[in-house]
C-alpha cells in the first residue's frame, strides 16, 4: 500500500504572507501557514506537516512536489549538510535548518520516495494543494483564520485513498444466512481464494501479476485524461495510482 499526496507552499510577495498545504484527496488534507514567510519554507513546512499527520499510516508514501528545492534539498544535499553540522560547502549556515532537520527525524524508518511535478500544469493533486496553500497565505494576509482542512485520519487495515491501494470487500452473502448467498462466477473464485483471502494479491511479491479490469467510458476518458496530464500512458499512470 502506498499514500500519493502533493505538498506545496505559497508567499504573497516572497517574504510575505505564507502558505502551506498538503493535499491526498477531499477527506485528507491540512493547510496552515504564517503571517510571514518565503516560499521555501511553504514548500519545506508543508512536507514536514505531511509526514507528521501520516506517520502512524504504516504504508510508504510517495511525495509530489513542484519545488526542486525541496526534492534536491532532501535527497541530494541533507546528507553533506549534516556531515558539515548543517553548513553548505562554502561554510555558510543551511537556511531553514530547523523545518529541515524536522523532515529528516520524520522520515527516519520510513518508505518515502519524493516526485517532481511542474507546478501549474494540470496535476490534480499538486492543484489541490496550491489552491490550499495560496488560500491560507490570502488568509493570513487578511489577519484571517485559514481554513485548516480535514487532517488525515484512516485505518491502516482497511486502507487509505489518494493513490493507495484498497482491497475491495468480500462479496456479501444475501438472506437471512450465509447458505442463501448466490453461488461463486469464476471470476469470483479467481479473485477470492479459501476464507475470503484476496488471492489474486496473495502471489509472492516477486511475481509479476496480471490483473484486468472493465472501466466505463467515461472511467477510461478519466483515466487518459490524467495520464496525459503527467505525460505518461495510461498503463503507467494506472501503476502510479497504485
Known sequence: MRITAAADGSALGNPGPMGWAWYIDDERWAAGGSPHGTNNQGELQAVLELLRATADAGVALLIECDSRY????????????????????????VLNRELLQGIDEAMQGRDVVFSWVKGHAGHPLNEAADERANAAAQAFQRRAEPNRGPGFAADPVEGVSGGAVVAPEPPAASGPSASAAPAPTAVDEALWGADDELALFAAPEEEMVELRLLLAPDELARLRARAASWGISPEDALRRLI
Open 70 to 93: 525541496v526534492i534536491d534539498s532532501v535527497t541530494k544535499w541533507m546528507p553533506g549538510w549534516k556531515r558539515k553540522g548543517w553548513r553548505k560547502a562554502d561554510g555558510r549556515p
